[in-house]
Every structure is written in structure tokens, then in C-alpha cells.
């Protein structure tokens, strides 16, 4: 299986600032990588899909560039409503393995 | 809209089976390929069970392999995982996904997920 190494395991921040979060992946994934939001009793929401691809109804204050085996999600201009974990999760092969997760913090 | 409502758990012993169920209405569903993903306590995350649009293709994570069955009923808008011989490893929360339509194996919607524990 693919592992994923999220860093850093947490970070502390404030309305305004912007955080960079890194995924590496054990082996090349090319850009098959998605990155998720998750906030207590949800289910994780899409945020960027291959590598760089912004979802649907994302602020444009997300986004996420990376290829091969080193990616990074960087959120500008922090809102209250970004404070919660964030994963990444490579797609290029099953099983889909997902990084241990950000939490970000006021 | 787009809606998964997942079903099915609870507290069971050791050894025991489970089913879990998911309901999705906002989309076609016999056009989406689908994932059962579990969040254990620590909150990490694994994709156990995958089956895509028109069954052609089952996965199942080496975790579960033989013990956890993924089906689909068309008809019924529903999703499934049978669960049997459960351990307390495979306490978790359930949550059932669709990947994008048209795309591969990224998840761009989640239900809100069904806490099974698995104890004596």
C-alpha cells in the first residue's frame, strides 16, 4: 500500500494568516491526490482533487499544488470557518490511503 | 441535492456480523462508483470496500478481505456493507462515499457517517 506522511501533525493560527500543510507519498501517485476538510461529527469534504483542481464551491483561498510524490495545500487568508482537520488522500491505486491529518488551530 | 444517509450500527460482540446501509438521493446512483470508508477513534482514515457503477469491479481493503462484502441495489438508491467475524479493530465510524462522477477515486461527497463498536 502507498503511505502517506502528512506534516505537521498540527499547526496554531490566526483569522488572517496563511498555513501550508504537506502530504509525501511512499512512492510516485503522478497528480492523482485529493484533499479534504473535516469537522466534528461530519464526513470529510472535498476541497482539491488532482493535485491542484479546486471542487466545486471551494473559496479560491484554497489551493494545492504537487506532483509525483511531494504536495502541499496552502489556505491564504484564514477564515474562522477553516479551523478544522485536514487529510490528503492518494487515488492513483487501491487501496486509497489517506494521510494521518492536520489539525488546524486558533 | 446530494444526500448519503448511512444505517446499521452499533454495539456488537466480537465475532458477531453487521450491516450497514446507505441511502443516497440528489444524483444518479447507478452511475457512481462508491466507497465504504471507516474513521477509527484515533481519527485516522481507510478506505475498506470499493464497487464501482456497474459492479464489475470490487475492492476490499487486506483488513477486511474475507470478512466484509460490499454490494449495491440499483432499485433501492442503496448501498451496503455486510460485516462479519468483527473484531475490535473494526470499531470505527462508518462512512459511505461517492467518487466523482466521470472521475476515479477521489470522494466529492460523504454521508455523516454510522459509529459501529465491536466489544464484549
Known amino acids: 500500500d502507498i503511505q502517506m506522511t502528512q506534516s505537521p501533525y498540527s499547526v496554531s493560527a490566526s483569522v488572517g494568516d496563511t498555513v501550508t500543510i504537506t502530504c509525501r507519498a511512499s512512492?510516485?501517485?503522478?497528480?492523482?491526490l485529493a484533499w479534504y476538510q473535516q469537522k466534528p461529527g461530519k464526513g470529510p469534504k472535498l476541497l482539491i482533487y488532482?493535485?491542484?483542481d479546486l471542487q466545486s464551491g471551494v473559496p479560491s483561498r484554497f489551493s494545492g499544488i504537487g506532483s509525483g510524490t511531494e504536495f502541499t495545500l496552502t489556505i491564504s487568508s484564514l477564515q474562522p470557518d477553516d479551523f478544522a482537520t485536514y487529510y490528503c488522500?492518494?487515488?492513483?491505486?487501491?487501496?486509497?490511503?489517506f494521510g494521518q491529518g492536520t489539525k488546524l488551530e486558533i | 441535492e446530494v444526500q448519503l444517509v448511512e444505517s446499521g450500527g452499533g454495539l456488537v460482540k466480537p465475532g458477531e456480523s453487521a450491516r450497514l446501509s446507505c441511502e443516497a438521493s440528489?444524483?444518479?446512483?447507478?452511475?457512481?462508483?462508491m466507497n465504504w470508508v471507516r474513521q477509527t477513534p484515533g481519527g485516522g482514515l481507510e478506505c475498506v470496500a470499493f464497487?464501482?457503477?456497474?459492479?464489475?469491479?470490487?475492492f476490499y481493503a487486506d483488513s477486511v478481505k474475507g470478512r466484509f462484502t460490499i454490494s449495491r441495489d440499483s432499485a433501492k438508491n442503496s448501498l451496503f456493507l455486510q460485516m462479519d467475524s468483527l473484531r475490535g479493530e473494526d470499531t470505527a465510524v462508518y462512512f459511505c462515499?461517492?467518487?466523482?462522477?466521470?472521475?476515479?477515486?477521489?470522494?466529492?461527497?460523504w454521508g455523516r457517517g454510522t459509529l459501529v463498536t465491536v466489544s464484549s
Open positions: 462515499a461517492r467518487e466523482g462522477i466521470g472521475f476515479g477515486g477521489f470522494m466529492d461527497y
Open positions: 440528489g444524483f444518479t446512483f447507478n452511475r457512481a462508483s
Open positions: 464497487i464501482s457503477s456497474d459492479e464489475r469491479y470490487i
Open positions: 512512492q510516485s501517485i503522478t497528480k492523482w
Open positions: 488532482k493535485a491542484s
Open positions: 488522500q492518494q487515488y492513483h491505486n487501491y487501496p486509497y490511503t
